[in-house]
């Protein structure tokens, strides 16, 4: 006779429609289902689950089960454009703001379908506080993710209870931020607006901290080598409960998991590899700045002049910005730029010094060929570990949301990348930003991508790193101890 230990456990994942938090949360899905005895459901709209239906069938393997349960997002009712699921399609603020619209409306079938789907446990994007209440009229577990590392848990923690920016005056006056295992500077310009003051979002904060607190734990994409004393600062000086579980992307293994991980990639992947096969060995400067981050024409035209000057070799990802003009009727109007300088994508395909990529990249792929030296990057979470798995230094271009807290962490601490200069944080992604000037820009791609004397620190580093990130993963190693030690006591709660 079966016991209750051996049946089956159903975890429900409610992932926000970002790539950034959606992507992780998936393979967190993936990593569970695969773990055998768990089944899982994820809940989305109908665009964002075909972005991954191909991805979950090549896992649906006997004994593994995963099914996206869909929900229609009330994009009409918005006056969003059809399809507009996601944020990486909202290029504007006046969208983004519709889209977060409709999917707060979306609430009550929500609530509803997590109660009838009878799962023994909910992982639940932090964006949704209202899951904890829904977890606990069921009398199950709610898992918070919200995709960021310890690290930025714990600055956040000490810049709201200690407050040292209220002691600075300038803006650009660097200061020590409190009681952290390491002497973490940052300056005032580089603070999110809600550290500094009441805006219209501390509320929303308060309340997910809150749902954070009252949480089962929360579940962290990253591993315990990597950030250990904030891991332990995070559990015992703030006392919230946690398993780190990552790095989640590690668990693409298949090429095909690779080439297909998050959206359609917009080049040939092919054509790609062959061109990054003809370059040496750590001779190209990869630069993406995630899913969302969009940079002014001026500032395109300073990158790109950085890069003639550097004469460096590179692959450069460019999100698409979308102009949307709201017309009469209210829908959209949409015009694709991409603001390159004339000749400049034709000089640098021509001479082989460059190769652009205008929408999706496959991002995990190219950062594990050889020929990839360095990472410039806007120090999203995600894209940060998976410069770490990759062994490369990075060079840090912090915009929005947490990352120059992110940015302190890998210059500060890991020293594993160099920053660019940026010193002004803003609001959106979309909006703009002071100029970094060419100038900066080459000082800080000479530094990553220079030769041994300028950049063989950062890269030893930065190479010890991915082998402790790979050795998180494997059977015993620390990452995969958690995740089973999670799934057993979801087990022992249920048991109750
Ligand atoms: N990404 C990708 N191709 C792209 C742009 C982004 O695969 O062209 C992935 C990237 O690998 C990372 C995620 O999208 O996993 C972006 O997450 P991150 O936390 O770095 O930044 P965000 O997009 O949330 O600002």
């Not at 006997?62 to 699921?85: A, D, N």
Request: include cysteine; glycine fraction near 6%.
């Amino acid at each position: 006779m079966s016991s209750n230990n051996d049946k089956q456990l159903h975890i429900i994942f409610l992932p926000y429609m970002a790539p950034g938090h959606m992507m992780p949360m998936i393979e967190i899905a993936r990593i569970f289902a695969s773990q055998g005895g768990t089944r899982a459901t994820i809940i989305t709209t109908p665009a964002n689950a075909s972005r991954f239906q191909k991805t979950i069938n090549r896992d649906n393997k006997p004994g593994h089960l995963i099914t996206f349960l869909t929900v229609s997002l009330p994009t009409k009712e918005v006056g969003l454009p059809e399809g507009c699921e996601n944020l990486v399609s909202a290029q504007t603020r006046e969208t983004t703001f519709k889209l977060i619209r409709a999917i707060e409306m979306l609430q009550p079938k929500l609530e509803t379908m997590l109660v009838e789907s009878k799962p023994d446990c909910i992982v639940s994007d932090y964006l949704y506080p209202w899951t904890v209440d829904v977890a606990k009229g069921i009398g199950i577990p709610r898992l918070a993710f919200s995709g960021s590392c310890f690290f930025n848990q714990c600055i956040c923690y000490s810049l709201e209870k200690y407050r040292p920016h209220d002691k600075i005056v300038s803006e650009n006056e660097e200061f020590v931020v409190t009681d952290l295992p390491d002497n973490i500077t940052i300056t005032k310009s580089q603070l999110q607006d809600l550290v500094k003051g009441e805006t219209s979002f501390n509320a929303l904060f308060d309340r997910l901290k809150e749902a954070e607190k009252k949480s089962f734990g929360v579940l962290i994409n990253s591993f315990y080598e990597l950030e250990r004393d904030y891991a332990d600062y995070y559990r015992k000086v703030i006392g919230i409960k946690s398993w780190h579980i990552g790095p989640l992307s590690l668990f693409n293994r298949s090429l095909d998991d690779k080439l297909d991980r998050g959206d359609k990639s917009t080049v040939d992947a092919h054509n790609c590899l062959s061109w990054l096969d003809s370059k040496e060995s750590n001779s190209v400067l990869y630069i993406c700045f995630g899913s969302l981050t969009r940079f002014t024409k001026p500032q395109i035209t300073e990158m790109a002049s950085a890069l003639q000057n550097s004469g460096c070799s590179f692959i450069w990802v460019l999100g698409k910005v979308m102009k949307c003009n709201d017309d009469e009727s209210g829908s959209e109007q949409e015009a694709e730029e991409w603001w390159l300088p004339d000749g400049f994508e034709e000089t640098a395909l021509a001479n082989g010094k460059g190769f652009i990529i205008k929408g999706w990249a496959p991002q995990v792929l190219i950062l594990e060929h050889n020929a990839i030296g360095g990472f410039m990057t806007h120090c999203g979470w995600n894209s940060i570990l998976e410069g770490v798995c990759a062994g490369v230094p990075l060079i840090t271009w912090p915009v929005f949301a947490e990352q120059f807290y992110n940015e302190k962490l890998v210059t500060q601490v890991l020293k594993v990348g160099v920053p660019v200069g940026n010193m002004v944080w803003k609001a959106w992604a979309t909006d703009e930003s002071e100029l970094v000037e060419k100038e900066k820009i080459e000082i800080a791609i000479s530094k990553v991508m220079g030769g041994e004397e300028e950049a063989g620190n950062v890269r030893t580093k930065a190479k010890m790193l991915k082998e402790l990130a790979y050795k998180a993963v494997e059977a015993e190693g620390s990452s995969n101890k958690d995740i089973k030690a999670l799934l057993q006591e979801i087990k022992m709660h249920r048991q109750g």
